[in-house]
């Protein structure tokens, strides 16, 4: 168990869609980091938050969006979905500023566009 | 450019070899290594890391090595185990570049 949690396990929603994913991260994690993992692909880095501001961003949509809260957790709000969205999203994070740290990952949330 | 790529994408050991994961990168600038292990349904799990100030670090049962003269990181599997079956990412960090870049993943198959 990395610490990190992801809510929910699970979701299936219709193209057209909004859903928001979250996630805690561990005790004392300053930084929080989004992916999305295709079947079979990599790991694209979406974006990360560190102590509530956006610090650096990848390869995310602009129907995407994240934010992290004072409490430190963050949420992945994905809009006007489309049948190409369905992956696998993982938070991760980390104690430090710069991304070249170790990311602790968390279980994931399946998200299946119909 | 900065890349991090796996020479081959799957990997089969019998139970109880030693197994090689090889990943090339492009960047002499990365300054640090980490390697992942994903497990079918699950998130990458942290095996072990490395800086570029080092160029061998042993944990329980792996071992990585990094060749910077020819930008090559290895992960070495002691004695593999049924339970070592997953994709093994390995991942850098570009100095300054505020972000990990990972690999594609090596798919590692354990026979009995």
């Known amino acids: 168990d990395s610490g990190v949690t992801q809510t929910p396990k699970h979701l299936i929603t219709a193209t057209g869609q909004r859903v928001t994913l979250r996630c805690s991260p561990r005790s004392g994690d300053l930084s929080v980091y989004w992916y999305q993992q295709s079947l079979d692909q990599g790991l694209q880095f979406l974006i990360q938050?560190?102590?509530?501001?956006?610090?650096a961003k990848g390869n995310i949509l602009e129907r995407f969006s994240a934010q992290q809260f004072p409490d430190l957790h963050s949420e992945l709000n994905l809009s006007s979905l489309e049948l190409g969205d369905s992956a696998l999203y993982f938070c991760?994070?980390?104690?430090?500023?710069?991304?070249?740290?170790?990311?602790?990952f968390g279980p994931g949330t399946r998200l299946t566009v119909l | 450019g900065e890349s991090v790529g796996l020479h081959l994408p799957t990997l089969s050991v019998q139970e109880g070899d030693n197994s090689i994961i090889n990943c090339a990168y492009s960047?002499?600038?990365?300054?640090?290594f980490i390697w992942y292990k994903q497990e079918s349904g699950k998130g990458p799990q942290f095996i072990i890391d490395?800086?570029?100030?080092?160029d061998k670090r042993q944990g329980q049962r792996v071992t990585v090595l990094l060749n910077k003269t020819v930008k090559h990181l290895s992960l070495q599997i002691a004695a593999t185990q049924p339970g070592d079956s997953a994709v093994y990412f390995c991942a850098e960090n570009i100095q300054g570049a505020q972000k990990l870049v990972f690999g594609q993943g090596t798919r590692l198959t354990i026979n009995p």
């Open positions: 960047n002499s600038a990365s300054d640090y």
């Open positions: 490395i800086r570029s100030n080092m």
């Open positions: 991760a994070s980390g104690s430090h500023l710069s991304g070249g740290d170790t990311q602790y």
């Open positions: 938050y560190y102590n509530g501001e956006e610090r």
